[in-house]
T-cell receptor, first 116, second 111 residues
Framework: GAVVSQHPSRVICKSGTSVKIECRSLDFQATTMFWYRQFPKQSLMLMATSNEGSKATYEQGVEKDKFLINHASLTLSTLTVTSAHPEDSSFYIC????????????FGSGTRLTVV | GQSLEQPSEVTAVEGAIVQINCTYQTSGFYGLSWYQQHDGGAPTFLSYNALDGLEETGRFSSFLSRSDSYGYLLLQELQMKDSASYFCAAPPGGAGNKLTFGGGTRVLVKP
């Protein structure tokens, strides 16, 4: 089945630094990747949609200059949280779709970001 | 826009049956999906209903009524490992369409 690998699973960083999260599709071509954010005991909120080779489409209220998304290849998308602040601490999850992923979207294992 | 409503929490005992309802208001509806998420983990796909009716997959079944803008996930023969959050989501209208999630229902299974 379709597998999405997300790395790192956990990261702690200092305020003001940047953190990069990678999301890779291992056995299929991810034409579209989605990035979600989830606070404890809440639902997943879509941050942005990225298509390979083009600029990401951000949801309303998401700062594109703060959350930089790159989808340079059909198997890799990255989310960089720039100048991180404690309020950016959250669970970030990617998901991917493409030929062969069927009716369900495949999610990465998530990244727990803690900004101190 | 899209809006999906589901109960926030359900508690049941092992062996019981739980039904999680989901009502939705969406534009361009393509179907209803269900995902399971354990604490600290990623969502995993459970089922998808594109047409009205019941889809059965082992102990879990999902139902959709387009005319009522309503669906449900039925968990049978509950096991402790079923304790998790369950999300309805829409639409998976083909690869590339963004998925919107309901608020999630936390299911707690007690011995």
């Amino acid at each position: 089945g379709a597998v999405v690998s997300q790395h790192p699973s956990r990261v702690i960083c200092k305020s003001g630094t940047s953190v990069k999260i990678e999301c890779r599709s291992l056995d299929f071509q991810a034409t579209t990747m989605f990035w979600y954010r989830q606070f404890p005991k809440q639902s997943l909120m879509l941050m942005a949609t990225s298509n390979e080779g083009s600029k990401a489409t951000y949801e309303q209220g998401v700062e594109k200059d703060k959350f930089l998304i790159n989808h340079a290849s059909l198997t890799l998308s990255t989310l960089t949280v720039t100048s991180a602040h404690p309020e950016d601490s959250s669970f970030y999850i990617c998901s991917a779709s493409g030929p062969g992923t069927g009716d369900g979207y495949t999610f990465g294992s998530g990244t727990r970001l803690t900004v101190v | 826009g899209q809006s999906l409503e589901q109960p926030s929490e359900v508690t049941a005992v092992e062996g019981a049956i739980v039904q999680i309802n989901c009502t939705y208001q969406t534009s361009g509806f393509y179907g209803l999906s269900w995902y399971q998420q354990h604490d600290g983990g990623a969502p995993t796909f459970l089922s998808y209903n594109a047409l009205d009716g019941l889809e059965e997959t082992g102990r879990f079944s999902s139902f959709l009524s387009r005319s009522d803008s309503y669906g449900y996930l039925l968990l049978q023969e509950l096991q402790m490992k079923d304790s998790a959050s369950y999300f309805c989501a829409a639409p998976p209208g083909g690869a590339g369409n963004k998925l919107t999630f309901g608020g999630g229902t936390r299911v707690l299974v007690k011995p």
